[in-house]
């Protein structure tokens, strides 16, 4: 027999845990002070944190918005009895537009707007596979064609004369392949709508327009500024070089020898060089490349140029796409007998470019920042702006709020598209697993 | 009797040429060249027309001709009578500057936010996600005005270093100055006299040795620099030696001898001797009349380039070694401590090899984006390639296709030098798998 002396009968009552491990209190030793050496970076960081907001918050908040000049915003400033100066936030409120348009005539920025808000309704069934209806791409392939008329202006038949080109081409096909066999008609269906384009579309339109003259005021280009011309050379440009990105990156992945060293060769050197000399060849050399006579103005040279640069690096990102795919989704197609064009088109491109598509929002937001260099060869860009701003009496010496504000919309742009393609890439990463 | 005849299709038809696979490879790539050739040889006839039309002619003699433009900020000898070439050159040697001295800070900046990132500090890991992202969605050219407006605007003029009670003064014992004209740092100088003039030591300098004579590539070469660097690399030779001794030693005994103290030895104090004997000491900046005179002067153009490219990269390179120590599994430390090796041996032996497979290739393509991105110092006016051949060149001579040719050749030179220098890298470290 044993002789316990005690048996406890019941469990004790649950205790708090202790105060250092939980509440604020844990949180703070856990994540702020674990140890010396994160205490030392602490206590830093917060002395940094303190002095960078003690520098900038008073100066930030000054009540300028209504201010017309640059004295009358010291004034107020001095009112205020302010010792280290204060923002003068009334050069925002009175150019505020300019930044955003440009020199674009006031009375028909509605378009610009209207377009912008088209590039979304156009890219979200591209973007948002699941969330919209297939047949939203209808007007994604119809904005190809509406957005630059909207931009640009003009009778209305050239967009429509330009859009019948593929459909043209389609036409060609059809008879041709009949008549002639698939190659001489894949080869119509490629030249129709080139010599549509170059040599029917202007005349055809100008008839048309004669008879039905139907259309919107045209806008010359070097109207066009601010950050709507930084948006629309980026959108242009990576539309245009998705075309050539991936004709070029099935080159460089090619087995013919010629085709891959001209693709690998046009790739690297466009990417060995820095933009601004591209920019420089728009600015001074593009007019001698072409035939005597022609004249782009040169927000188109910008465009072509820009479409070029971006075409490398997206070539890059969708041979990074082809790459990723498992060797036995090309040996799946060869097995079923697909020749090379309908194997891509069928079975690897859909899943390459789905791969790609973070790659091509990065190389999208990094050409979006690249379009302020045009202010060096003289655009009006946001930061070209930011000149003939400061060249009028008014605003003469304004710095750090038109930079800050420049800078907080393209922050406020690149931002999102950037968190946008993380999100798209988590998502893509689970859908492979 | 029966006659045979020759199977159909032996001979050779036109259409065999598209729809037999053994010519089509080569019919579509002949059909590519000859497109590509026509190409060419439409654009190479109307840049011909079009320069004929304008009464120009292609040819590089103007790289001959006096550049008559004064370039404030140069590694070598330059004065306007020299060549566009010369000119060139110095823009070329200015390039290579900020984009060597923009790629270490942009390391050393990238590596500290891009491991504290990863810190169990809660504020600091926020502040640096707030600082990469800051960085990174804002337009680089933004960055370099930006931080060329807040030298200007912000540091004092020279004029408030004057006068008996300045308002602004002299750093690390006076001999930094912060004006909005630029950064005055000491200068190294051999040959230190006293106040008689009396050399203090043997030799009042060694001087230069002149190469290259008076052509477009002449520079000086000062024996001083010469004398110290070959003493340094004696000094780490022989440290080497020593290593290997200790090497031997432990492979012996297995104890390893301390030798960190005549490794430091062997390579500083030799220095020190040398430097001491060559009248070696720093020339401060001091106030002269309007402005500093002697010491080095960094301009601002340079300074603001240089910060806002490296911290704008640094935010890339960030995520990328963010990323690199995160793609090393943690199997990989437990393994390593499984084997009894020591924290920071796991660090050095197991986990930093594997990591940096991953981190140099993006790397190195940031080091390259570092090195195209110094072209937009023509935004702040620091003459780099772009701003001597690519500008005042081309404005005075007229010769667009040459400088815009030479400078795009000459940066997909260095393009390329670096992604060679990659992929010898890339060999040597790929995984050796059998």
Known sequence: MADYSYVRKEMLPEREPPASEVGVIGWLRENLFSGWFNSILTVVSVVLIYLILAAIVPWLWSPTWGAGSLSECRDIVAELGKEHGGACYGVITERWQQLLFGFYPEELRWRPILTFVGLFVALAPVLFTDAFPRKMLWFTGAYLFLAPWLMWGGPIWTPLLVAAGPALGFVAFRFVARAAGTLAGVIAAGLVPILWWLLAVGPVAGAIQSVVPLGIELVESRLFGGFMLSVWIGVVAIAISLVLGVVLALGRQSDLMIVKYLSVGFIEFIRGVPLITLLFVASTLLNIFMPPGTNFDIILRVMIMATLFASAYIAEVVRGGLAALPRGQYEAADALGLDYWKAQRLVILPQALKISIPGIVSTFIGLFKDTTLVSIIGLLDPIGLTGSIRADANWNGIVWELYGFIALLFFLSCFSMSRYSMWLEKKLRTEHR | ?434
């Open chain 2, 1 to 434: 009797m029966t006659t045979v005849t020759q199977p159909e299709g032996r001979s050779f038809r036109l259409s065999m040429l598209i729809y037999d696979s053994r010519y089509r490879s080569a019919t579509i790539q002949i059909v590519a060249l000859i497109g590509f050739l026509l190409l060419i040889g439409w654009l190479v006839s109307n840049t011909a027309q079009n320069l004929a039309t304008l009464g120009k002619s292609v040819g590089f003699g103007f790289l001959g001709e006096p550049a008559g433009y004064d370039i404030n900020q140069r590694l070598l000898d330059y004065d306007s009578r020299d060549t566009h070439a010369r000119a060139g050159l110095i823009g070329l040697l200015n390039t290579l500057l900020v984009a060597v001295a923009g790629c270490v800070l942009a390391t050393i900046v990238g590596v500290i936010v891009g491991v504290l990132r990863l810190s169990n500090n809660w504020l600091v890991a926020r502040l640096m996600t707030v600082y990469v992202e800051m960085f990174r969605n804002v337009p680089v050219l933004l960055w370099i005005v930006f931080s060329m407006a807040i030298l200007i605007e912000t540091l004092p003029p020279p004029s408030a270093f004057r006068g008996d009670e300045p308002s602004a003064s002299m750093l690390v014992g006076d001999s930094v100055a912060l004006t909005n004209r630029g950064i005055y740092v000491p200068e190294p100088l051999f040959g230190r006299v006293d106040e008689e003039g009396n050399a203090l030591s043997w030799r009042q300098g060694l001087g230069d040795v002149h190469l290259f004579g008076d052509s477009w590539i002449r520079f000086d070469v000062s024996l001083e620099l010469i004398v110290i660097l070959a003493t340094l690399i004696a000094g780490i030779m022989v440290s080497g030696l020593i290593k290997t001794r200790a090497d031997r030693i432990q492979n012996a005994t297995g104890l390893r001898p301390t030798t960190w103290y005549w490794r430091a030895g062997v390579i500083i104090v030799p220095t020190a001797i040398v430097l001491w004997l060559m009248g070696f000491y720093l020339g401060k900046p001091e106030l002269r009349g309007f402005n500093f005179g002697g010491g080095t002067h960094l301009r601002n153009s340079f300074i603001a380039l240089w910060l806002a490219l490296s911290l704008y990269t640094a935010a890339f390179i960030a995520e990328i070694v963010r990323g690199g120590i995160l793609a090393i599994s943690k199997g990989q430390t437990e393994a390593a401590a499984a084997l009894g090796i020591r924290p920071r041996r796991i660090m050095s032996l197991v986990i930093l090899p594997q990591a940096l497979r991953v981190i140099i290739p993006p790397l190195i393509s940031q080091y390259l984006n570092l090195t195209k991105n110094s072209s937009l110092a023509i935004a702040v006016g620091y003459m780099d390639l772009t701003g001597t051949l690519m500008g005042i060149t081309l404005n005075q001579t007229g010769r667009e296709l040459e400088a815009v040719m030479m400078t795009m050749l000459i940066y997909l030179g260095i393009s390329l030098l670096i992604s060679a220098g990659m992929n010898v890298y890339n060999n040597s470290v790929k995984l050796k798998e059998r």
